[in-house]
């Protein structure tokens, strides 16, 4: 069995680049930035950024262009695909991007925060129990 699946938590670095295919259809480039930090041998703090080039299609292309901005912490889920072309100059070009099929944005709830994916079912209801008490017996393992 194969599995090719990405997550990642991260901030937009740019608003969406909305384009529409000759076939009609939208799609939305997004770069969002991950960081990761640790401490060197020495104990000082190091961080490197990382940055993800994602592609969203029909119904996420749409709702990335109306909630999305740069700055926007989201959470992305899909599948990585590497695709080529020539350049103006003949020579191939490669770009590796993450095919969204699940968006959630992690926004404060005044911002648009909410989810998105590529199913068109209804998002399950959130479980607002928050503040429920959960016993140590009540857990099935």
Known sequence: MD???VMIIGRLTRDPEIRTTTSGEQ???LSIATNF???DKSGQRQERSEFHNVIAWRKL???C???LHKGSRLYVEGRLQTRSWEDQSG???YRTE?????????????SGAGSATTEEE???PADNNLDEEINVEDIPF
């Open 3 to 5: 599995l090719n699946k």
């Open 37 to 39: 930090s640790w401490s």
């Open 61 to 63: 292309a749409e709702i």
């Open 27 to 29: 799609n939305a480039n």
């Open 98 to 110: 993450v095919v969204l099929e699940n968006l959630i944005m992690l926004d404060s709830k005044g």
């Open 65 to 67: 262009q109306k909630y």
């Open 91 to 93: 020579v191939k070009k």
């Open 122 to 124: 209804p998002a399950a």
